[in-house]
Nanobody, 116 residues
Framework: QVQPVESGGGLVQAGGSLRLSCSASGSIFSFNSVGWHRQAPGKERELVAGIDKYGVTNYANSVKGRFTIGRDSAKNSVYLQMNSLKAEDSAVYYC??????????WGQGTQVTVSS
């Protein structure tokens, strides 16, 4: 079983940056896809960014140009580099790993708070 573990959340001022990391057992390059999702209070969970096993990435329109998802081979992890953060980016961020089609594992989440 794959258990994603997120790290890197915290409190940052608007305009600042944070880098989230998602690690798990098994090679990240073998997973079908890895995604970062977020959920703010009173809102539904939404996909922020994803990367598939071929390295193809996709982003929510609200974060395009500000966030970057990638794979760190040295740390065997998937990161989410978040720049130019806004108050509306505040949420719990979750890592989702799909080791193969139709199988998904969620991490416990990490809180990101952006003060305006």
């Amino acid at each position: 079983q794959v258990q994603p573990v997120e790290s890197g959340g915290g409190l940052v001022q608007a305009g600042g940056s944070l880098r989230l990391s998602c690690s798990a057992s098994g090679s990240i390059f073998s997973f079908n896809s890895v995604g970062w999702h977020r959920q703010a209070p009173g809102k539904e969970r939404e996909l922020v960014a994803g990367i598939d096993k071929y390295g193809v990435t996709n982003y929510a329109n609200s974060v395009k140009g500000r966030f970057t998802i990638g794979r760190d081979s040295a740390k065997n992890s998937v990161y989410l580099q978040m720049n130019s953060l806004k108050a509306e980016d505040s949420a719990v961020y979750y890592c989702n790993i799909s080791p193969r089609l139709a199988v998904y594992y969620w991490g416990q989440g990490t809180q990101v708070t952006v003060s305006s």
